[in-house]
């Protein structure tokens, strides 16, 4: 099975769906121009992010913090969400009760040759199988 399309929501398990919205980008000027503070990606990497859809339609209550989502591009290795400050950023931490999403941008630092070739996979929970979403 391929990655889920852009634009698609999928089941990612614990009560969790998530999309990406629209396709990954090159935003590291973007990134440094934000925030002073934070700090250029290592030589040879860049910031790239990803638009994403985050919806709950569990029990009560949960933060999108329990959706891990992850890079792997051309070179088969995991990269983390994390570039310092960035607008638009999704918020992790808010609330979500069912029937409810947040919105934002996630941001990964990736090699520069796979800027353009990446897939995330995503798990609603510990337990949860990945799934694997298109970013272009």
Known sequence: TGAVPIGTANDVGEGWSFAVMSPARDFTDLVMSDNSFNDPPPEGFRFVGVDV???????????AFDVTAKWVGDGNVQRDAFCG????EIDVFADVFAGGSVTGTMCFVVPQQEVGSGVLYV??????????FATR
């Open 123 to 132: 798990t609603g929970g510990f337990d949860s199988e990945p799934v694997y």
């Open 53 to 63: 859809a985050i919806a709950y339609s569990g029990d009560g209550a949960g933060t």
């Open 85 to 88: 400050v960035v607008n638009g």
